[in-house]
């Protein structure tokens, strides 16, 4: 197709939609600093560990030129979080999933360290992990304290498909997740650090973190 430079490559797949499979051992065993938004920063200035939990079309691009990444000296990937609501079609959800399984099996070729994508809607939290092998450990979603509920959701899926105590890193969300992450043993990585402000808003947050444990 005119513009894309995607490779014409099929990769190996063990499930019936031919989502590709992740190789195990090219997965993050931690989170490489400095860890950045795609598009948030000049791709001359190089980045551990780079994200696309922002607008599809800010990484639409990185889809027709999977190489971008590359070329900015990244060491880690998390996978690409095309949109999907619990209203798209399961054909969407499946392109949007085949989409960013081939892109993170074709950055491991080229050796860099991957991140599972959880941030998915509820209702396909059960096909999320096609193509991730049993007992991956590297996995991410993107946290809001108006709906932190799901992370619980995610790490729960996480914990079921590696089998033991996964890494579990939380990008985004304000002092609720924060503590949230802090009480549970994840990753939290602040969207920016003007959210460790220490707002007015901060005691609400902990008495409705406390509510919830009881």
């Known amino acids: ?17 031919g989502i590709p499979d992740l190789l195990p051992d090219v ?17 001359t200035k190089p980045a551990g560990t780079y994200h696309f ?20 000296g990244v060491q880690a990937l998390v996978e690409c979080n095309f949109s999907a609501g619990e ?3 399961l054909a969407v959800w499946l392109w949007d999933l085949y989409r960013k399984r ?31 092998p049993q007992g991956w450990r590297a996995y991410c979603s993107r ?10 959701r995610e790490h729960e899926a996480a914990c079921n498909h590696c ?3 996964p890494l579990f890193l939380v990008y985004g969300g304000g002092s609720l997740v924060e503590n ?22 901060r005691g609400l947050q902990l008495r409705l973190l406390e509510a919830y444990y009881g």
């Open 180 to 201: 949230i992450c802090l009480k549970q043993g994840w990753i939290f990585h602040p969207e920016n650090m003007h959210l460790k402000d220490g707002r007015a808003m």
């Open 102 to 132: 081939w892109l993170a099996r074709y950055w491991q070729g080229c050796g860099v360290k991957i991140w599972v994508d959880l941030n998915v809607p509820d209702r396909f939290l059960d096909t999320a992990l096609l193509g991730v």
């Open 53 to 72: 939990y922002t607008d599809d079309y800010k990484f639409e691009n990185v889809w027709r030129d999977p190489a971008q990444p590359l070329r900015a």
């Open 1 to 17: 197709m005119k513009g894309y430079t995607v490779p014409d490559i099929i990769w190996p797949s063990s499930n019936e939609y």
């Open 87 to 89: 209203n798209s079609p």
């Open 163 to 165: 089998g033991d105590k």
């Open 27 to 43: 997965q993050a065993a931690a989170m490489v600093q400095p860890f950045e938004k795609w598009g948030d920063q000049a791709r």
């Open 143 to 152: 946290g809001k304290d108006c709906d932190f509920e799901h992370l619980f």
